[in-house]
Protein backbone atom coordinates (compact mmCIF):
# COMPACT_ATOMS: atom_id res chain seq x y z
CA UNK A 1 0.00 0.00 0.00
CA UNK A 2 1.31 3.73 -1.44
CA UNK A 3 2.11 5.86 1.64
CA UNK A 4 -1.21 8.14 0.25
CA UNK A 5 -3.23 5.15 0.50
CA UNK A 6 -2.42 4.72 4.10
CA UNK A 7 -3.09 7.94 5.01
CA UNK A 8 -6.59 7.46 3.50
CA UNK A 9 -7.12 4.15 5.50
CA UNK A 10 -6.03 5.89 8.48
CA UNK A 11 -8.43 9.00 7.73
CA UNK A 12 -11.55 6.64 7.28
CA UNK A 13 -10.83 3.92 10.42
CA UNK A 14 -10.57 7.58 12.72
CA UNK A 15 -13.60 8.59 11.42
CA UNK A 16 -15.33 4.80 11.61
CA UNK A 17 -14.44 5.11 15.34
CA UNK A 18 -15.40 8.95 16.12
CA UNK A 19 -18.71 8.00 14.54
CA UNK A 20 -18.83 4.84 17.33
CA UNK A 21 -17.78 6.84 20.12
CA UNK A 22 -21.02 9.38 19.03
CA UNK A 23 -23.20 7.27 19.10
CA UNK A 24 -22.11 5.89 22.72
CA UNK A 25 -22.78 9.37 24.09
CA UNK A 26 -26.12 9.98 22.10
CA UNK A 27 -27.51 6.80 22.83
CA UNK A 28 -27.71 6.28 19.14
CA UNK A 29 -28.54 2.80 18.37
CA UNK A 30 -29.05 2.85 14.44
CA UNK A 31 -25.07 3.84 14.21
CA UNK A 32 -23.87 0.32 16.08
CA UNK A 33 -25.48 -1.77 13.15
CA UNK A 34 -23.21 0.13 11.18
CA UNK A 35 -19.91 0.41 12.59
CA UNK A 36 -19.40 -3.60 13.45
CA UNK A 37 -18.99 -6.22 11.30
CA UNK A 38 -21.30 -9.39 12.23
CA UNK A 39 -19.26 -11.43 13.86
CA UNK A 40 -17.38 -8.47 16.00
CA UNK A 41 -16.33 -8.91 20.17
CA UNK A 42 -16.40 -6.38 22.66
CA UNK A 43 -14.65 -6.30 25.80
CA UNK A 44 -15.03 -3.35 28.55
CA UNK A 45 -14.18 -2.87 31.65
CA UNK A 46 -10.37 -5.20 31.01
CA UNK A 47 -12.89 -7.76 29.84
CA UNK A 48 -15.97 -8.45 32.49
CA UNK A 49 -18.45 -6.95 29.61
CA UNK A 50 -17.92 -9.04 26.86
CA UNK A 51 -20.02 -9.28 23.87
CA UNK A 52 -19.55 -11.47 20.45
CA UNK A 53 -22.22 -11.02 17.38
CA UNK A 54 -23.67 -7.84 16.18
CA UNK A 55 -27.39 -8.60 17.87
CA UNK A 56 -25.75 -9.91 21.36
CA UNK A 57 -23.83 -5.95 21.31
CA UNK A 58 -26.54 -4.57 19.78
CA UNK A 59 -28.30 -6.13 23.08
CA UNK A 60 -25.78 -5.14 26.04
CA UNK A 61 -25.72 -1.25 24.40
CA UNK A 62 -29.93 -0.95 24.17
CA UNK A 63 -29.80 -2.33 28.32
CA UNK A 64 -27.02 0.14 28.75
CA UNK A 65 -27.72 3.60 27.11
CA UNK A 66 -30.53 3.78 28.72
CA UNK A 67 -31.85 7.70 30.79
CA UNK A 68 -29.88 6.91 33.70
CA UNK A 69 -26.58 6.45 32.19
CA UNK A 70 -25.32 9.93 30.74
CA UNK A 71 -21.69 10.25 29.97
CA UNK A 72 -18.57 11.40 28.03
CA UNK A 73 -16.18 9.36 26.91
CA UNK A 74 -13.01 10.44 24.09
CA UNK A 75 -10.85 8.27 22.04
CA UNK A 76 -7.28 9.90 20.79
CA UNK A 77 -3.79 9.35 20.21
CA UNK A 78 -4.36 7.19 17.64
CA UNK A 79 -1.90 4.46 17.09
CA UNK A 80 -2.98 2.69 13.70
CA UNK A 81 -1.08 -0.59 12.33
CA UNK A 82 -2.24 -1.56 8.88
CA UNK A 83 -1.93 -5.22 9.10
CA UNK A 84 -2.95 -6.81 5.83
CA UNK A 85 -4.69 -5.49 2.62
CA UNK A 86 -8.42 -5.67 4.40
CA UNK A 87 -6.98 -5.64 8.25
CA UNK A 88 -6.29 -2.76 10.57
CA UNK A 89 -5.53 -2.23 14.38
CA UNK A 90 -5.02 0.67 16.43
CA UNK A 91 -4.42 1.56 20.42
CA UNK A 92 -6.27 4.68 21.28
CA UNK A 93 -6.44 6.52 24.72
CA UNK A 94 -9.82 6.39 26.45
CA UNK A 95 -11.45 8.87 28.97
CA UNK A 96 -14.55 8.57 30.12
CA UNK A 97 -17.39 10.56 32.66
CA UNK A 98 -19.89 8.56 33.60
CA UNK A 99 -22.97 9.85 35.84
CA UNK A 100 -24.94 6.74 36.88
CA UNK A 101 -28.06 8.91 37.33
CA UNK A 102 -29.86 5.51 38.13
CA UNK A 103 -28.82 1.61 39.13
CA UNK A 104 -28.27 -0.71 35.77
CA UNK A 105 -28.56 -3.55 37.23
CA UNK A 106 -28.88 -5.66 33.72
CA UNK A 107 -25.61 -4.74 32.61
CA UNK A 108 -23.28 -3.18 35.14
CA UNK A 109 -21.48 -6.08 37.22
CA UNK A 110 -20.58 -3.75 40.45
CA UNK A 111 -23.56 -2.47 42.72
CA UNK A 112 -24.53 1.19 41.97
CA UNK A 113 -27.28 2.78 43.72
CA UNK A 114 -27.38 5.98 41.39
CA UNK A 115 -25.72 8.86 42.02
CA UNK A 116 -22.34 7.71 40.92
CA UNK A 117 -20.03 9.42 39.09
CA UNK A 118 -16.94 7.27 37.28
CA UNK A 119 -13.94 8.75 35.39
CA UNK A 120 -11.83 6.29 33.95
CA UNK A 121 -8.62 6.19 31.64
CA UNK A 122 -7.57 3.58 29.60
CA UNK A 123 -6.44 2.00 26.22
CA UNK A 124 -8.47 0.69 23.92
CA UNK A 125 -6.75 -1.94 21.63
CA UNK A 126 -8.98 -2.42 17.97
CA UNK A 127 -9.28 -4.47 14.97
CA UNK A 128 -11.18 -3.67 12.08
CA UNK A 129 -11.47 -5.25 8.58
CA UNK A 130 -12.80 -4.00 5.42
CA UNK A 131 -15.89 -5.40 3.85
CA UNK A 132 -17.16 -4.61 0.41
CA UNK A 133 -14.62 -1.25 0.84
CA UNK A 134 -16.26 -0.08 4.06
CA UNK A 135 -14.00 -0.64 7.27
CA UNK A 136 -15.64 -1.52 10.14
CA UNK A 137 -14.82 -2.73 13.74
CA UNK A 138 -13.98 -6.24 14.52
CA UNK A 139 -13.08 -6.29 17.99
CA UNK A 140 -13.09 -3.58 20.51
CA UNK A 141 -12.16 -3.23 24.58
CA UNK A 142 -9.75 -1.42 26.36
CA UNK A 143 -7.48 -2.09 29.84
CA UNK A 144 -7.92 0.51 32.05
CA UNK A 145 -5.26 2.64 33.91
CA UNK A 146 -7.43 3.51 36.19
CA UNK A 147 -11.02 4.21 37.55
CA UNK A 148 -12.49 7.02 40.01
CA UNK A 149 -15.65 6.13 41.56
CA UNK A 150 -17.28 8.75 43.01
CA UNK A 151 -20.30 7.68 45.51
CA UNK A 152 -23.23 9.65 46.77
CA UNK A 153 -24.08 10.91 50.36
CA UNK A 154 -20.61 11.63 51.11
CA UNK A 155 -18.85 8.25 51.25
CA UNK A 156 -15.32 8.53 50.04
CA UNK A 157 -14.13 8.08 46.42
CA UNK A 158 -12.75 4.98 45.14
CA UNK A 159 -9.63 4.92 43.37
CA UNK A 160 -9.05 1.26 41.62
CA UNK A 161 -5.64 1.12 40.02
CA UNK A 162 -4.51 -0.94 37.04
CA UNK A 163 -2.33 -3.23 39.20
CA UNK A 164 0.22 -3.97 35.93
CA UNK A 165 0.80 -0.13 35.54
CA UNK A 166 4.87 0.00 34.96
CA UNK A 167 4.64 -4.16 34.24
CA UNK A 168 2.42 -4.44 31.18
CA UNK A 169 4.67 -4.22 27.96
CA UNK B 1 -10.98 16.85 -5.12
CA UNK B 2 -8.48 13.90 -5.25
CA UNK B 3 -7.72 11.70 -2.26
CA UNK B 4 -4.83 13.96 -1.63
CA UNK B 5 -6.50 17.50 -2.01
CA UNK B 6 -9.21 15.77 0.39
CA UNK B 7 -6.47 15.18 3.17
CA UNK B 8 -5.15 18.51 3.14
CA UNK B 9 -8.24 20.16 3.61
CA UNK B 10 -9.17 18.01 6.38
CA UNK B 11 -5.54 18.78 7.86
CA UNK B 12 -5.89 22.77 6.94
CA UNK B 13 -9.81 22.63 8.66
CA UNK B 14 -8.30 20.30 11.82
CA UNK B 15 -5.63 23.50 12.26
CA UNK B 16 -8.35 26.17 12.05
CA UNK B 17 -10.46 24.81 14.79
CA UNK B 18 -7.32 23.99 16.80
CA UNK B 19 -6.05 27.90 16.34
CA UNK B 20 -9.11 28.85 17.60
CA UNK B 21 -9.72 26.65 20.36
CA UNK B 22 -6.25 27.86 21.84
CA UNK B 23 -7.43 31.49 21.32
CA UNK B 24 -10.35 30.71 24.02
CA UNK B 25 -8.49 28.99 26.34
CA UNK B 26 -5.61 31.61 25.98
CA UNK B 27 -7.91 34.86 25.42
CA UNK B 28 -5.99 35.81 23.01
CA UNK B 29 -8.34 38.19 21.10
CA UNK B 30 -6.35 39.00 18.28
CA UNK B 31 -6.69 35.09 16.60
CA UNK B 32 -10.58 35.41 16.58
CA UNK B 33 -10.39 38.21 13.49
CA UNK B 34 -8.05 35.48 11.85
CA UNK B 35 -10.17 32.74 12.12
CA UNK B 36 -14.03 33.54 11.43
CA UNK B 37 -14.97 35.25 8.28
CA UNK B 38 -17.40 38.60 8.10
CA UNK B 39 -20.31 37.36 8.26
CA UNK B 40 -19.51 34.21 10.57
CA UNK B 41 -22.11 33.13 13.97
CA UNK B 42 -21.44 31.60 16.57
CA UNK B 43 -24.70 29.32 18.80
CA UNK B 44 -22.99 28.11 22.55
CA UNK B 45 -25.06 26.58 25.02
CA UNK B 46 -27.48 25.29 22.28
CA UNK B 47 -28.15 28.70 21.06
CA UNK B 48 -28.77 30.42 24.08
CA UNK B 49 -25.33 32.68 23.15
CA UNK B 50 -25.72 33.67 19.35
CA UNK B 51 -23.68 35.92 17.46
CA UNK B 52 -23.60 37.05 13.88
CA UNK B 53 -20.86 39.29 12.04
CA UNK B 54 -17.60 39.30 13.36
CA UNK B 55 -17.78 42.44 15.53
CA UNK B 56 -20.57 40.96 17.37
CA UNK B 57 -18.54 37.67 18.06
CA UNK B 58 -15.43 39.68 18.91
CA UNK B 59 -17.13 41.89 21.20
CA UNK B 60 -18.63 38.62 23.02
CA UNK B 61 -15.80 37.03 23.45
CA UNK B 62 -14.43 40.70 24.53
CA UNK B 63 -16.93 40.64 27.20
CA UNK B 64 -16.69 36.72 28.17
CA UNK B 65 -12.27 36.19 28.11
CA UNK B 66 -11.99 38.15 31.46
CA UNK B 67 -9.91 37.14 34.09
CA UNK B 68 -12.81 35.94 36.20
CA UNK B 69 -12.90 33.25 33.24
CA UNK B 70 -10.27 30.25 33.35
CA UNK B 71 -11.04 27.10 31.11
CA UNK B 72 -9.90 23.97 29.21
CA UNK B 73 -12.19 23.32 26.25
CA UNK B 74 -11.12 20.18 24.11
CA UNK B 75 -11.82 19.31 20.33
CA UNK B 76 -11.78 16.13 19.38
CA UNK B 77 -13.31 13.19 17.23
CA UNK B 78 -13.44 15.32 13.88
CA UNK B 79 -15.57 13.98 11.07
CA UNK B 80 -15.52 16.63 8.29
CA UNK B 81 -16.98 16.81 4.99
CA UNK B 82 -15.87 18.48 2.52
CA UNK B 83 -19.45 19.78 0.75
CA UNK B 84 -18.54 21.83 -2.19
CA UNK B 85 -15.17 23.28 -3.97
CA UNK B 86 -15.01 25.63 -0.61
CA UNK B 87 -17.18 25.12 1.83
CA UNK B 88 -16.97 22.19 4.70
CA UNK B 89 -18.59 21.11 7.74
CA UNK B 90 -17.69 19.12 10.79
CA UNK B 91 -18.95 17.60 13.97
CA UNK B 92 -16.69 17.50 17.03
CA UNK B 93 -16.84 16.06 20.27
CA UNK B 94 -16.20 19.16 23.47
CA UNK B 95 -15.23 18.87 26.34
CA UNK B 96 -14.85 21.82 28.40
CA UNK B 97 -14.14 22.73 31.79
CA UNK B 98 -15.17 26.43 33.17
CA UNK B 99 -13.96 28.09 36.20
CA UNK B 100 -16.12 30.78 37.07
CA UNK B 101 -13.71 32.88 39.54
CA UNK B 102 -16.29 35.94 38.95
CA UNK B 103 -19.90 36.25 37.78
CA UNK B 104 -20.29 37.38 33.98
CA UNK B 105 -23.44 38.93 34.40
CA UNK B 106 -22.79 40.25 30.89
CA UNK B 107 -22.57 37.36 28.98
CA UNK B 108 -23.86 34.84 30.79
CA UNK B 109 -27.53 33.65 31.11
CA UNK B 110 -27.74 31.85 34.10
CA UNK B 111 -27.17 33.22 38.03
CA UNK B 112 -23.60 33.21 38.80
CA UNK B 113 -21.91 34.30 42.06
CA UNK B 114 -18.05 33.21 41.32
CA UNK B 115 -16.93 29.84 42.05
CA UNK B 116 -19.01 27.49 40.34
CA UNK B 117 -17.07 24.86 38.05
CA UNK B 118 -19.00 23.69 35.00
CA UNK B 119 -17.82 20.46 33.41
CA UNK B 120 -19.31 19.94 29.80
CA UNK B 121 -19.97 17.51 27.28
CA UNK B 122 -21.59 18.43 23.80
CA UNK B 123 -20.79 18.17 20.06
CA UNK B 124 -19.62 21.18 17.77
CA UNK B 125 -21.79 21.92 14.28
CA UNK B 126 -19.13 23.76 12.15
CA UNK B 127 -19.54 25.17 8.63
CA UNK B 128 -16.42 26.21 6.92
CA UNK B 129 -15.49 28.48 3.87
CA UNK B 130 -12.44 29.16 1.76
CA UNK B 131 -11.60 32.71 0.91
CA UNK B 132 -9.04 33.72 -1.39
CA UNK B 133 -7.08 30.01 -0.09
CA UNK B 134 -7.46 30.54 3.28
CA UNK B 135 -10.10 28.59 5.12
CA UNK B 136 -12.46 30.33 7.96
CA UNK B 137 -14.93 29.48 10.16
CA UNK B 138 -18.41 30.19 8.78
CA UNK B 139 -20.24 28.99 11.61
CA UNK B 140 -19.78 27.22 14.96
CA UNK B 141 -21.76 26.24 17.72
CA UNK B 142 -22.57 22.77 19.98
CA UNK B 143 -25.50 20.83 21.30
CA UNK B 144 -24.92 19.75 25.12
CA UNK B 145 -24.87 15.85 25.96
CA UNK B 146 -25.06 17.35 29.59
CA UNK B 147 -23.65 20.31 32.01
CA UNK B 148 -22.52 19.54 35.34
CA UNK B 149 -22.17 22.14 37.72
CA UNK B 150 -20.79 22.43 40.87
CA UNK B 151 -21.52 25.66 43.18
CA UNK B 152 -19.36 27.06 45.77
CA UNK B 153 -20.20 26.36 49.44
CA UNK B 154 -21.62 23.06 49.86
CA UNK B 155 -24.31 23.53 47.15
CA UNK B 156 -25.35 20.12 45.67
CA UNK B 157 -23.75 19.70 42.04
CA UNK B 158 -26.55 20.02 39.30
CA UNK B 159 -26.42 17.76 36.58
CA UNK B 160 -28.38 19.05 33.76
CA UNK B 161 -28.91 16.23 30.94
CA UNK B 162 -30.09 16.72 26.99
CA UNK B 163 -33.56 16.02 27.03
CA UNK B 164 -33.35 14.41 23.58
CA UNK B 165 -31.01 11.89 24.69
CA UNK B 166 -31.28 9.05 22.28
CA UNK B 167 -34.04 10.75 20.95
CA UNK B 168 -32.48 12.64 17.89
CA UNK B 169 -31.01 11.55 14.99
CA UNK C 1 8.63 18.89 0.67
CA UNK C 2 5.52 18.41 -0.99
CA UNK C 3 1.94 18.23 0.28
CA UNK C 4 2.52 14.04 0.58
CA UNK C 5 5.32 14.23 2.45
CA UNK C 6 3.74 16.68 4.67
CA UNK C 7 1.45 15.02 5.95
CA UNK C 8 3.43 11.80 5.88
CA UNK C 9 5.41 13.43 8.50
CA UNK C 10 2.20 15.49 10.79
CA UNK C 11 1.35 11.72 11.18
CA UNK C 12 4.71 10.51 12.32
CA UNK C 13 5.47 13.69 14.60
CA UNK C 14 1.85 12.51 15.94
CA UNK C 15 2.46 8.94 15.94
CA UNK C 16 5.75 9.81 17.99
CA UNK C 17 3.76 12.02 20.63
CA UNK C 18 1.29 9.50 21.24
CA UNK C 19 3.86 6.76 22.34
CA UNK C 20 5.21 9.17 24.37
CA UNK C 21 2.34 10.39 25.82
CA UNK C 22 1.53 6.30 26.37
CA UNK C 23 4.87 5.57 28.12
CA UNK C 24 3.96 8.36 30.87
CA UNK C 25 0.37 6.70 31.67
CA UNK C 26 1.66 2.83 31.72
CA UNK C 27 4.97 4.11 33.07
CA UNK C 28 6.81 2.37 30.52
CA UNK C 29 10.28 3.45 30.77
CA UNK C 30 11.87 1.57 27.76
CA UNK C 31 9.50 3.56 25.56
CA UNK C 32 11.12 7.09 26.59
CA UNK C 33 14.81 6.01 24.88
CA UNK C 34 13.00 5.16 21.75
CA UNK C 35 11.22 8.70 22.08
CA UNK C 36 13.54 11.18 22.29
CA UNK C 37 17.34 11.93 20.62
CA UNK C 38 20.54 12.11 22.94
CA UNK C 39 20.40 15.42 23.91
CA UNK C 40 16.86 16.16 24.35
CA UNK C 41 15.44 18.39 26.74
CA UNK C 42 12.42 18.40 29.21
CA UNK C 43 10.89 21.47 30.80
CA UNK C 44 7.70 20.84 33.12
CA UNK C 45 5.74 23.01 35.08
CA UNK C 46 6.55 25.99 33.24
CA UNK C 47 10.38 25.09 33.87
CA UNK C 48 10.23 23.77 37.19
CA UNK C 49 11.29 20.21 36.36
CA UNK C 50 13.99 21.10 33.65
CA UNK C 51 15.95 18.05 32.35
CA UNK C 52 18.94 17.97 29.62
CA UNK C 53 20.35 14.58 28.03
CA UNK C 54 18.65 11.35 27.63
CA UNK C 55 19.93 9.83 30.88
CA UNK C 56 18.93 13.01 33.49
CA UNK C 57 15.34 12.81 31.51
CA UNK C 58 15.11 8.91 32.00
CA UNK C 59 16.50 9.42 36.04
CA UNK C 60 13.88 12.04 36.06
CA UNK C 61 11.37 9.79 34.49
CA UNK C 62 12.04 6.96 36.78
CA UNK C 63 11.82 8.56 40.18
CA UNK C 64 8.38 10.23 39.27
CA UNK C 65 6.81 6.83 37.38
CA UNK C 66 6.33 5.50 40.51
CA UNK C 67 3.22 3.34 41.82
CA UNK C 68 2.02 6.44 43.93
CA UNK C 69 2.24 8.60 40.65
CA UNK C 70 -1.08 7.20 38.67
CA UNK C 71 -1.91 9.89 35.80
CA UNK C 72 -4.04 10.43 32.90
CA UNK C 73 -2.21 12.56 30.55
CA UNK C 74 -3.70 14.03 27.12
CA UNK C 75 -2.50 15.72 23.96
CA UNK C 76 -5.16 17.16 21.47
CA UNK C 77 -4.98 19.84 18.67
CA UNK C 78 -1.55 19.23 17.13
CA UNK C 79 -0.55 22.29 15.63
CA UNK C 80 2.67 21.27 13.58
CA UNK C 81 4.89 22.97 11.72
CA UNK C 82 8.18 21.65 9.33
CA UNK C 83 10.54 23.61 10.14
CA UNK C 84 13.12 22.14 7.78
CA UNK C 85 14.03 18.75 6.17
CA UNK C 86 14.85 17.45 9.26
CA UNK C 87 12.90 19.58 12.12
CA UNK C 88 9.86 20.11 12.96
CA UNK C 89 7.93 22.25 16.36
CA UNK C 90 4.57 21.79 17.22
CA UNK C 91 2.06 23.40 19.75
CA UNK C 92 -0.33 20.78 21.75
CA UNK C 93 -3.07 21.27 24.13
CA UNK C 94 -2.58 18.78 26.70
CA UNK C 95 -4.61 17.73 29.82
CA UNK C 96 -3.80 15.77 32.94
CA UNK C 97 -4.93 14.21 35.92
CA UNK C 98 -3.02 13.25 38.11
CA UNK C 99 -3.47 11.23 41.25
CA UNK C 100 -0.29 11.33 44.18
CA UNK C 101 -1.65 7.88 46.21
CA UNK C 102 2.00 8.90 47.91
CA UNK C 103 4.29 11.89 47.92
CA UNK C 104 7.18 12.15 45.59
CA UNK C 105 9.83 14.07 47.56
CA UNK C 106 12.84 13.34 45.16
CA UNK C 107 10.93 14.82 42.18
CA UNK C 108 8.18 17.10 43.09
CA UNK C 109 9.12 21.07 44.15
CA UNK C 110 5.98 21.67 46.27
CA UNK C 111 4.59 19.79 49.77
CA UNK C 112 2.77 16.78 48.82
CA UNK C 113 1.26 14.79 51.57
CA UNK C 114 -0.16 12.12 49.38
CA UNK C 115 -4.06 11.87 48.32
CA UNK C 116 -3.85 15.64 46.36
CA UNK C 117 -5.51 15.14 42.93
CA UNK C 118 -4.23 17.58 40.53
CA UNK C 119 -6.18 18.33 37.10
CA UNK C 120 -4.11 20.61 34.72
CA UNK C 121 -4.51 21.79 31.43
CA UNK C 122 -1.35 24.31 29.48
CA UNK C 123 0.19 23.94 26.17
CA UNK C 124 3.06 21.67 25.19
CA UNK C 125 6.05 23.36 22.94
CA UNK C 126 7.60 21.00 21.45
CA UNK C 127 10.66 20.57 18.63
CA UNK C 128 11.35 17.36 16.90
CA UNK C 129 14.48 16.13 14.96
CA UNK C 130 14.58 13.70 12.05
CA UNK C 131 17.81 11.01 12.53
CA UNK C 132 18.46 8.76 10.07
CA UNK C 133 15.00 8.33 9.17
CA UNK C 134 13.44 8.27 12.82
CA UNK C 135 11.49 11.31 14.17
CA UNK C 136 12.46 12.15 18.01
CA UNK C 137 11.67 14.67 20.68
CA UNK C 138 14.77 16.91 20.55
CA UNK C 139 12.67 19.24 23.18
CA UNK C 140 9.15 19.36 24.78
CA UNK C 141 7.70 21.11 27.54
CA UNK C 142 4.28 22.78 28.79
CA UNK C 143 3.23 26.40 29.62
CA UNK C 144 -0.04 25.88 31.96
CA UNK C 145 -3.50 27.43 31.57
CA UNK C 146 -4.27 26.40 34.87
CA UNK C 147 -3.73 23.61 37.65
CA UNK C 148 -6.85 23.01 40.15
CA UNK C 149 -5.11 20.63 43.55
CA UNK C 150 -7.78 19.23 45.50
CA UNK C 151 -6.25 18.01 48.97
CA UNK C 152 -7.36 15.13 51.23
CA UNK C 153 -9.04 15.94 54.81
CA UNK C 154 -11.27 18.08 53.29
CA UNK C 155 -9.48 21.25 52.42
CA UNK C 156 -10.50 23.55 49.94
CA UNK C 157 -9.14 23.26 46.67
CA UNK C 158 -6.38 25.97 44.99
CA UNK C 159 -6.61 27.22 41.72
CA UNK C 160 -3.42 28.39 40.14
CA UNK C 161 -3.77 30.32 36.99
CA UNK C 162 -1.27 31.39 34.77
CA UNK C 163 -0.43 35.34 35.37
CA UNK C 164 -0.31 36.06 31.80
CA UNK C 165 -3.48 34.94 30.56
CA UNK C 166 -4.83 37.39 28.10
CA UNK C 167 -1.53 38.94 27.71
CA UNK C 168 0.74 36.17 26.12
CA UNK C 169 0.82 36.52 22.33
Request: hydrophobic content about 40%.
Amino acid sequence: MGELQELVTHERIRRLKYRYMRAIDTHDLAIFREVFCEDARVWFGNGTYSNTGIENILGFFTGLLTPGFVTSHIAVHPEIDITGEDTASAIWRVEDTCHFIAPLPEVVAFPLTGGEVLQGAGHYYDEYVRLDGAWKIKSSGYVRIYEHIQHPGGREAELIVDPNLGVRR
